[in-house]
């Protein structure tokens, strides 16, 4: 089952047929596209589109969270009821996390604790947990497979570059796919999407947040992430000596 949440068009959603719908719609909306998109979250204005990009942008993350969210109430949560019925365990989790090509031991119990608050519906404490674990797993990916994952600031000082400037990376999102970037980017780190990497790390998230849609998506990016195998540079070495 697990596989089959990788690849499911239900609840992996194919960003280019997204964009294109969003185009199309602005295309067919005069007034739309003149009027200028606000976007509103716990009573702040996070955003402001004005330009034809922006508003693109705007109405491509509108629809895609829709198209999510439709994949999550239909597919993801009553498979995520089945595998509870089946046995799942925060230990079954981990075992695909073991096996992952970028498993780091120091990071196991963090996520243990992370997925047995996802599978005790505590989503406040799942949710706090798995984030940033996301964050720091798909920045070892990377870093296992020798991309920089951090800037040199002012007074030469390396730091880890922010989250939402990583993933604007031209090289970041070509390894990671079209569908892969936009899924992390809508769900992590866009004003126009769900944007909980940002809302929670700095205590912006309202209750409303935490609840069990956005958390078993956070559970199936982790599952997407764990598939994945950017492939570290001694394995690649050893299969160019191979070939020679």
């Known amino acids: 089952i697990f596989g089959l949440l990788c690849i499911d068009p239900n609840i992996n959603l194919n960003a280019t047929k997204t964009k294109k719908l969003s185009e199309d719609i602005l295309k067919q909306s005069v007034l739309r596209a003149l009027i200028p998109a606000s976007g509103v979250s716990g009573g702040r204005k996070i955003t402001q589109s004005t330009t034809y990009e922006d508003k693109l942008e705007a109405e491509f993350r509108s629809h895609y ?6 994949g999550v109430n239909l597919f993801l949560i009553p498979i995520f009821e089945l595998l509870k019925e089946k046995g799942l365990t925060a230990e079954t989790i981990i075992e695909i996390y073991k096996k992952w090509d970028f498993y780091n031991p120091n990071r196991e119990e963090l996520l243990k604790m992370g997925f047995q608050r996802l599978l005790d519906s ?36 390396q730091h880890e570059q922010v989250m939402t400037e990583f993933l604007l990376r031209e090289e970041i999102r070509d390894a990671l796919g079209e569908d892969f970037h936009a899924y992390i980017s809508t769900v992590m780190i866009s004003q126009d999407g769900w944007n909980l ?11 409303n947040v935490f609840d069990i849609s956005r958390a078993l998506v956070v559970f199936h990016l982790f599952i997407r992430i764990f598939s994945y195998g950017l492939g570290k540079p001694s394995e690649k070495n050893t299969q160019e000596e191979k070939v020679k």
């Open 65 to 70: 969270i829709m198209g999510l969210s439709l």
């Open 122 to 157: 505590d989503f406040v404490s799942a949710l706090h947990v798995l984030v940033p674990q996301f964050e720091a797993c798909l920045r070892e990916m990377f870093f296992g497979a020798d991309v920089a994952t951090t800037v040199v600031r002012p007074g030469i000082i």
């Open 197 to 207: 990497r940002n809302d929670i790390a700095h205590g912006l998230a309202m209750n």
